[in-house]
């Protein structure tokens, strides 16, 4: 699994103004779709931004080297933020609700201000999902799309042309002294309200029940007993909801104004007169029926406002959503709603209204895993009050999830809220105490989830005493809610050291090298990326005292994660050391080293002890020369030269790919050449210099080159280079050891019973190089790097993840080392255009007939691409081409 969950490569309803005397209300919702004003949440430095997507570890890099805050915008979300502090921690902030969108590429803040459009459609500036509203006419009222799933709505009767003002569309008259009024939110709901604005009109016979048309796409639209409507998806996932109607009429308290005591086109007042309307769902209809007793009491008072709320739900790894549940309206679904007046998020006790508020925040715990939290706060902006008494707010977290199908009062009645994990005492929103944002400390609460690996936490907002206390009642802006986690992870524990001459690390018996320097190199990485500075230390394996003879300062021996760190261990510190003199070879020494790497706040842990041992009497390692470029399939010439020092070696034995040793002689000054023939991407030549007539083996060199692959594509799945398409399977399930096991075909419709662990060294990127990072990952097989070979995209669903990972062509082992074979995908570049990931990737093909385009993108922040386009990346030291020649499609 990946280790960084961030890798590098609503405008409302506007309270309307009633007249007491001629007012009724008939509504769908008590609460639906609000335009606050705005509300100034408390000032904090805002971190530094780029003109460029900036990848997690170029935040971390710039925050160090500037000392400020900076935002790493290629890891951010239309609902999150990463932040990299100058201290080395990571800020990870959360909103309850999106609050920007990307517009060809770019963030853009979400802005539902109708607009129309040079066609005269109305549409909304900048939503999350797509609404566009009727210019009058006989054509729908509205249409809701997101990604491939829509719904319209049509009225029985031709509309006007709108007056527009933000949100919001009137169409005047549509009925004798009715009018129509249409909002839309930032996430692409809408309400429409039709208002009845004397008791003349409500007489009229087209509002005994109104008949909306509907058209849908990919969703089925449904009604339960109590009227919430939800719309269901081909595989049963709620998408869409809509809060159960109600009507009510604008009868008013007389005390104390301000604080609902009248009605409104979104919510009754406290001692309005409310009932039920009827919803009756049928293909391509949706009935509304009034109750006629309230529109002919002699009590009601006028207007009348029929009104439902749709609202997309986001399928995928987004878990964000809230409710404000009602006790006065216990069966009504208030999934990314409320009751309240003015559309803010409530608590408390008003006498007329009674309300809890509960709000999701996504629990990253994959990225979160090992780290060290050091704080998690929740804050939301208190915008009204019943006075400025100060009155105490409980924030509990149960154990059940909210979501679109529970979003009600009933169910929440009967769950248990647990303990309190965070409470405060305040009181804003009320003259001589302005609105504010309060803080609540859940550090404890995210640390347990963490560990739980729960991967949406709701918090419940509950006022205490609520039951009696008729003045614990407080609003909340609803765009407000934030959650901000605060970490960091240490480095990861170096592993998968290795020298140069080769040596077995752990061996029982340490590896013996020649009279030559030894080079140690020790992979550092750090989940939250950044610079390192790295510690080698070196000291005689005798010595219990670990007395080094080389080492590294790791303020000055600095790399970027994902890097190897390099030390070279001198000659004559070797020698020294072993006691060599002119006049004696001194003795084979055993050496022990390890290292260590710091992101300058918490250094890993030290690794493994890896020993070897110094043989002045044994030939060095040869240097051998590749030729500057050769092909898979056709012979390349290498050139030895003998160590620069030490004994001469006689002859060379060499091995391509771990086949079998051959032997070449030298020349008279050791000088030999070889000729190979590549047969794969990625080939390693180990070349060991020979003494003693061939009795005598030295040091070995190791050449690790990459051969052009073939221009002639491989069959779809074929990574063994046979033609036939093979097996790949993640490990860690049905019985197979971690990794990516590969399985041949053997040309009869069956595959070979040896199977081979294609992803023994990882995936490059989780930092382990071990086969587990594979787990949880889709396996899709592809020409992802625009050669003739087949490679190997690991998707990770829970986070959204991907790597590509050159293949070989020959079935060996992935080597995902380097950008020239690995590229690591931000979890953007999946995302569709309405910012939701794919639950599953496949590989499409040329499923749209367009072959290969010319298109190219640039940078973390796009789109993804067409069929057969070119994706650039940027990783943290270089680009990195991946070709889609079948571009994994997003599927829903």
């Known amino acids: 699994m990946f280790k960084n969950g961030h890798p590098a490569c609503t405008a409302r309803r506007r309270a309307t103004a009633a007249s007491i005397a001629a007012g009724v209300l008939l509504a769908t919702v008590a609460g639906g779709l609000r335009t606050p004003p705005a509300v100034a949440a408390p000032a904090t430095p805002a971190p530094k931004t780029s003109s460029g997507a900036l990848g997690v570890d170029q935040a971390m890099a710039e925050a160090k080297r500037t000392r400020k805050p900076v935002e790493a915008t290629a890891a951010g979300t239309s609902t999150s933020t990463v932040t990299a502090r100058p201290d080395g921690t990571v800020e990870l902030t959360q909103s309850a609700t999106p609050t920007r969108t990307r517009v060809d590429g770019q963030w853009k803040n979400l802005d539902p201000t109708l607009v129309r459009q040079a066609d005269g459609s109305i549409t909304a500036k900048v939503t999350t999902n797509q609404v566009r509203l009727s210019p009058g006419g006989t054509g729908p009222l509205a249409e809701l799309t997101s990604g491939d799933r829509s719904l319209s709505v049509s009225t029985p009767m031709a509309l006007p042309a709108p007056v527009l003002s933000g949100p919001t569309a009137t169409y005047p008259d549509v009925l004798p002294d009715v009018d129509l009024t249409v ?6 709901a809408f309400s429409h309200v039709f208002v009845v604005n004397n008791r003349t009109a409500a007489t009229n016979p087209k509002l005994a029940a109104l008949d909306l048309i509907t058209t849908t796409k990919g969703v089925t639209l449904a009604a339960d007993a109590a009227g919430n409507i939800t719309g269901r998806d081909r595989t049963g996932t709620t998408v869409l909801t809509a809060p159960a109607p109600t009507m009510w009429d604008s009868s008013a308290a007389t005390t104390p104004a301000g604080r609902g005591a009248f009605s409104t086109t979104v919510a009754p007042g406290r001692t309005a007169q409310t009932t039920r309307i009827g919803v009756h769902v049928s293909a391509g209809k949706l009935r509304l029926t009034p109750d006629p007793k309230l529109l002919t009491a002699a009590t009601t008072r006028f207007p009348v406002y029929i009104d439902p709320t749709f609202t997309w739900t986001p399928v995928g790894p987004t878990m ?11 069966s009504t679904n208030f ?3 409320t009751p309240d007046l003015i559309g803010r998020m409530q608590v408390g006790n008003a006498g007329s209204q009674r309300s809890n508020t509960l709000i999701n925040f996504p629990v990253p715990y994959g990225t979160l895993a090992g780290a060290e939290i050091y704080d998690a706060i929740f804050k939301i902006t208190n915008t009204r009050s019943w006075s400025c008494t100060a009155k105490t707010v409980n924030i509990y977290a149960p154990s059940p999830t909210l979501s679109s199908s529970n979003a009600t009062w009933n169910y929440w009645e009967g769950a248990s809220k647990g303990s309190v994990i965070a409470s405060r005492s305040f009181a804003y929103g009320y003259s001589g105490c302005d609105a504010a944002a309060v803080s609540f400390d859940i550090t404890s609460q995210i640390r347990a989830d963490v560990t739980n690996k729960k991967a949406t936490r709701t918090l419940w907002m509950v006022a205490a005493n609520e039951a009696t206390d008729t003045q614990s009642w407080k609003e909340f802006l609803e765009t407000s809610p934030t959650l901000t986690i605060r970490y960091n992870h240490k480095p990861n524990t170096p592993s998968s050291l290795k020298t140069a001459p080769t040596t077995s690390c752990t061996a029982a018996t340490p590896t013996v090298v020649g009279d030559t320097a030894v080079t ?13 500075g790295v510690s080698f230390k070196v000291w005689k394996a005798s010595d219990t005292t670990q007395t080094a003879i080389a080492s590294s300062d790791p303020n000055l021996l600095t790399y970027s994660s994902g890097s190897t760190a390099v ?8 020698r020294k050391a072993a006691g060599v003199t002119d006049a004696s070879n001194g003795v084979p020494t055993t050496f022990a080293w390890k290292v260590q790497a710091t992101d300058f706040r918490t250094p890993s842990n030290w690794s493994v002890t890896c020993t070897f041992t110094f043989d002045a009497t044994r030939a060095a390692p040869p240097t051998v020369t590749p030729p500057t470029s050769s092909e898979i399939g056709q012979p390349a010439a290498f050139q030895i030269t003998p160590p620069a020092t030490g004994t001469l ?11 079998p040793p051959v032997t070449v002689p030298a020349n008279a000054d050791g000088t030999a050449s070889l000729t190979v023939t590549p047969t794969r991407f990625t080939n390693t030549l180990a070349v060991t210099s020979v003494t003693a007539d061939g009795r005598n083996f030295g040091d070995t060199t ?3 080159f990459n051969s052009a692959r073939p221009t002639i594509p491989a069959a779809d799945g074929d990574l063994t280079g046979d033609g036939n398409a093979d097996l790949l399977a993640v490990g860690s399930a049905n019985n197979l050891k971690p990794g990516l096991w590969l399985a041949e075909n053997n040309g009869s419709g069956g595959v070979n019973p040896s199977i081979s662990n ?3 060294r990882g995936n490059g990127f989780g930092g382990t190089y071990s086969p587990t990072e594979f787990d949880g990952a889709q396996i899709v097989s592809g020409r992802f790097f625009g050669t003739g070979f087949q490679d190997v995209l690991a998707y990770y669903p829970a986070t959204g993840m991907a790597t590509i990972i050159a293949g070989n062509g020959d079935g060996s082992e992935l080597v995902p080392d380097n950008t020239e074979t690995q590229c690591n995908l931000i979890s953007d570049l999946l995302l569709d255009q309405y910012n939701q990931a794919p639950i599953q990737l496949v590989n499409a093909g040329d499923s749209r007939h367009t072959a290969v385009t010319s298109r190219t993108w640039s940078g973390p922040a796009v789109t993804p691409p067409s069929v057969g386009t070119s994706l650039t990346t940027r990783s943290s030291t270089r680009a990195c081409r991946a070709v889609f020649s079948g571009r994994p499609r997003p599927t829903r």
Do not use: C, F, M
């Open 758 to 760: 294609i992803g023994a």
């Open 183 to 188: 909002r839309v939110t930032s996430e692409g």
């Open 335 to 337: 999934w990314k709603n």
């Open 702 to 704: 190791p050449v690790i």
């Open 520 to 532: 140690l190199y020790a992979p550092v990485s750090d989940p939250n990326k950044g610079t390192l």
């Open 567 to 574: 030390l070279v261990v001198g000659r004559d510190v070797l």
């Open 649 to 659: 070696p006689t002859s060379y034995a060499y091995q391509l790919n771990a086949a």
């Open 320 to 330: 964000s959503g809230w409710a404000t549940i009602s006790y006065q309206h216990q």
